[in-house]
């Protein structure tokens, strides 16, 4: 007799096959990589171009800063300021370097939230939090798609790079629907 896939199996599936798709192009990648190029590309940059991406990257992770504090106040933790900005900080920086921001944007404020709530509660808020961070790649695939960003040299060389972009896009108004159908709440609430 021959069995089906579950759902269940499915969803642990999908996750190994994702990393194995990730580790597979970021070895094809590696491969491509030239830290001279880099350097040169560094070097013709101006001064003011080099100080502008060093701030814009620190505004980049100083952004997503605000999902610790929502995050926090959700739970009804009320911790100082400069404290939560350092915690994010640390967060949002190794998930920008390490990658697999999921994981170890669990992880991390876990680790570092876990003293000043119930672990329960903050597993099942984090949990919540993920597909929102999710959602901001869906408008920024949204921006790629529509011409906003500049990406014609990436789709161009990278065919596989299409259906990621609309999967991601996918993600948006899924997690719209699914939010208002377990939260019973109307769209204007929503959007």
Known sequence: MQKRFSWKQLKWLLPFLLIGLILYQSG???QNL???AAFQTLEALTGFEQIALIGLGLVAV?????YDYF?????DVHLPLSKVLRAAWITNAMKGMIGFGGVIGIALRTSL???YTDTLRLLRAIGWMTPTLISGLSLLAAGVLFGLFPAGVLTETKQWIWPV???????LPLYIYVTRKRSNLDWPTLL
């Open 34 to 36: 030239s830290l001279a």
């Open 165 to 171: 972009l609309l999967a991601t896009l996918a993600v």
């Open 28 to 30: 094809q990648e590696l």
């Open 62 to 66: 100083l952004t997503m800063t605000g």
């Open 71 to 75: 995050l926090l106040r959700s739970l």
């Open 113 to 115: 939230y876990r003293p």
